[in-house]
T-cell receptor, first 112, second 109 residues
Framework: NAGVMQNPRHLVRRRGQEARLRCSPM?????VYWYRQLPEEGLKFMVY????????ESGMPKERFSAEFPKEGPSILRIQQVVRGDSAAYFC??????????FGDGTRLSIL | AQRVTQPEKLLSVFKGAPVELKCNYS??????LFWYVQYSRQRLQLLLR??SRESIKGFTADLNKGETSFHLKKPFAQEEDSAMYYC???????????FGEGTQLTVNP
């Protein structure tokens, strides 16, 4: 079991471009969570999804950010019209029902 | 709203000394508490879960509801324990995690 897989590991975008971050959960896991870690800060919850459903998006910024977890394929965190403040490490975690979350290596997003 | 506080950003001890990483939380209900660890160049991984009441790599943590604390302890620190440690809280099993800011532990030879 390869664990939670995130790609890319590093992503560089210019201001105004779109960023797409992908997360494949561990085999057998149907719950996906996205967290953001700004420099010198802890991880902050963004969104919790199950297949084709957003369960909790209370941590998502109101604009430019969206997430999906389709029936087939990885979960996608999409950031439109990126700004310098979006530079951060974005972590995905997955879990089975009632089980602890397992994390991926993260995607480090840099905005030029 | 729930909150997790790790008062020490940096903690340095010598090999063989006891170590305690502090974690306090605020939440009105009965949360689940976790300790996650991130070793250098590795991903964040689960170290302890309070409901399991087990010892991993010599570490233990006891949930003290009266003091709303979940401190992580090890009687004899090893150099390989040097890592970043995060305390986290979940309202219910399977819900989002609220993390503390983390404590960077360095165990000196």
């Amino acid at each position: 079991n390869a664990g939670v897989m995130q790609n890319p590991r590093h992503l560089v975008r210019r201001r105004g471009q779109e960023a797409r971050l992908r997360c494949s959960p561990m085999k057998g896991h149907s719950h996906v969570y996205w967290y953001r870690q700004l420099p010198e800060e802890g991880l902050k919850f963004m969104v919790y999804l199950q297949k084709e459903n957003i369960i909790d998006e209370s941590g998502m910024p109101k604009e430019r950010f969206s997430a999906e977890f389709p029936k087939e394929g990885p979960s996608i965190l999409r950031i439109q019209q990126v700004v310098r403040g979006d530079s951060a490490a974005y972590f995905c975690a997955s879990s089975g029902t009632g089980l602890p979350q397992h994390f991926g290596d993260g995607t480090r997003l840099s905005i030029l | 709203a729930q909150r997790v506080t790790q008062p020490e950003k940096l903690l340095s001890v010598f090999k063989g000394a006891p170590v305690e990483l502090k974690c306090n939380y605020s939440y009105s209900g009965s949360p689940e508490l976790f300790w996650y660890v991130q070793y250098s160049r590795q991903r964040l991984q689960l170290l302890l879960r309070h409901i399991s009441r087990e010892s991993i790599k010599g570490f233990t943590a006891d949930l003290n509801k009266g003091e709303t604390s979940f401190h992580l302890k090890k009687p004899f620190a090893q150099e390989e324990d040097s890592a970043m440690y995060y305390c986290a809280l979940s309202e219910t099993s399977g819900s989002r995690l609220t993390f503390g800011e983390g404590t960077q532990l360095t165990v000196n030879p």
